[in-house]
């Protein structure tokens, strides 16, 4: 294998009475191949394993596994400090090597969060989802109290409109603010 050196690394270096190498010899150097199959430091905890451990094809790495769910890697981090994502297993590099079935329940979150569960309600579901005892009726309990919640919050949402409606209808839109009909109303005046 070739390499060169890097200017900035060339300038320092001084050989022998004459001054700076030659430069013809000085720009490349030759390394060695080493071919290896056990882990290249005795001590496990230092990480330092050969190459065939990176390259599981039946796991994903954050950046891959977030890729294919449309999601961010900090949402996945997220996920996995919330207990929605299992801790996923380490290569020997320290990557967090995720199993096939993570993207399935990246996206499960997703879809979950757009129809206005809460990560609480979420962790609810995939838990139901593994039991063996639970069953469709549980999930649909779940979902008939998610949208007993969303009606009641609409209500809310209509009032609210209702009112601002009157309001509005009181403000003439002309005047000092001293005399503004709706600043009036928020002060309890």
């Known amino acids: ?35 290896t199959k056990k882990p290249l430091d005795p001590v496990v905890n230092y990480r330092v394993y050969s190459v065939k451990t990176m390259h599981d094809k039946t796991f994903q790495k954050i950046g891959q596994a977030a890729k294919a769910a449309a999601v961010g890697v900090e949402t996945v981090r997220f996920y996995e400090r919330e207990g929605l994502l299992p801790k996923p297993k380490r290569s020997g590099a320290g990557y967090r090597l995720y199993p096939p079935d993570t993207v399935a329940r990246l996206r499960f979150i997703k879809q979950a969060k757009q129809l206005g569960f809460t990560l609480k309600e979420i962790n609810e579901l995939l838990s139901l989802r593994a039991s063996s005892r639970a069953n469709c009726g549980h999930v649909c309990k779940q979902a008939e109290r998610k949208r007993d919640e ?3 919050k609409l209500r809310e949402l209509r009032q609210m409109r209702r009112a601002l409606n009157n309001l509005i209808k009181e403000c003439t839109g002309e005047g000092p603010l001293s005399r503004c009909t709706i600043l009036r109303a928020m002060e309890g005046k």
């Open 1 to 35: 294998m070739r390499y060169v050196l890097p200017a900035s690394c060339r300038q320092g270096l001084r050989f022998g009475s004459a001054g700076k190498m030659p430069a013809a010899r000085w720009r490349t150097f030759h390394l060695p191949k080493i071919k």
């Open 150 to 152: 969303i009606d009641g």
